[in-house]
Structures are given as structure tokens and as C-alpha cells.
């Protein structure tokens, strides 16, 4: 059952404690709801591999979290879901810049799949593709106040 979506800066907020190098990196949660989700991440030199462009890893980590912020904003921000599998498709190099990730959830479940197109801020070409799959983890039950 899907619940309201926290902001957008609240699931920043809890993917940046749940993946510290997101938050290293400046990602930035720009839209999350409704099983989808915008992720921006800034221009950085360490990032960049060889020839200017923006690196595989930084991309796939980039894609993982857009997913998760996903979820987060269909999940009221409480959710424990585990990567199972992400396949990426670059398709042409980024323009010099910041980097969006849009993802979408396509099936719910025991297992989830999504996918995520990426490209370079204010640009309408996908530079890269990818294919998600996650093991759905139901979260722990918090912990009882006092």
C-alpha cells in the first residue's frame, strides 16, 4: 500500500544517512512520488574519468539511488529494499555539467523492477539506460519510545 511521499528534502535527508557517498557526491533529490523519482547529481572533476566525461561508477551510483528515492516516495520514506541486480547501457557521452537521473518503478513486489534514464541537465538525450531489479525488505519496526 502506497502512503504519502515525505518532500523531496526528507528522502534527500534519509538517502544521504543510508548512503553516506550520496551524500559525498551532492546528490540531490529534486522530485520523488507517485513510484518516481528525479535525482540531480552536480559537476564534479572526481568524478570524471579520462576524456572529461563523467565516470561509469559515478553513474550506476547515481542510478541506484534515483531508485531508492523511488521507493522511498512511495514507501513514506521507510524502506529497506536490497539491489539485486542493475545493468547500465551508456549510450553517448554527458555534456560538460550536472547529471539527472529520472527512474521509474515498473512492477512491485517481492522482487521490484525499474528502470532509469539518464542524461545531462537541460539536455533531452539519454546518455545512459539502465535496468534495476531490488529484493523487497519489509523495515524493521522501529524502536519503542519512552
Known amino acids: 500500500m502506497d502512503v ?3 518532500a523531496p528534502a526528507e528522502i534527500q535527508a534519509i538517502v544521504h544517512a543510508g548512503v553516506p557517498l550520496a551524500a559525498a557526491w551532492g546528490i540531490e533529490v529534486v522530485a520523488a512520488a507517485g513510484g518516481t ?6 559537476w564534479q572533476e572526481a568524478l570524471l574519468r579520462p576524456g572529461g566525461t563523467v565516470s561509469g561508477p559515478a553513474l550506476m551510483g547515481l ?3 534515483a531508485m531508492w528515492a523511488a521507493l522511498l516516495g512511495v514507501t513514506g520514506g ?10 547500465i547501457h551508456f549510450l553517448r557521452r554527458l555534456s560538460p ?6 527512474a521509474r518503478l ?6 521490484i523492477y525499474g528502470e532509469v534514464l539518464i542524461r545531462s541537465e537541460g539536455q533531452e538525450e539519454i546518455a545512459a539506460h539502465v535496468t ?3 529484493a523487497a525488505v519489509t523495515p524493521r519496526a522501529a524502536p ?3
Open 78 to 87: 521507510r524502506d529497506e529494499s536490497l539491489t539485486t541486480s542493475l545493468t
Open 37 to 42: 523519482a528525479t535525482c540531480r547529481l552536480p
Open 144 to 146: 519503542p519510545t519512552r
Open 132 to 134: 534495476t531489479s531490488w
Open 4 to 6: 504519502d511521499p515525505p
Open 97 to 102: 555539467g550536472a547529471v539527472l537521473a529520472q
Open 106 to 111: 515498473l512492477k512491485r513486489g517481492r522482487l
Open 63 to 65: 542510478a541506484d539511488v
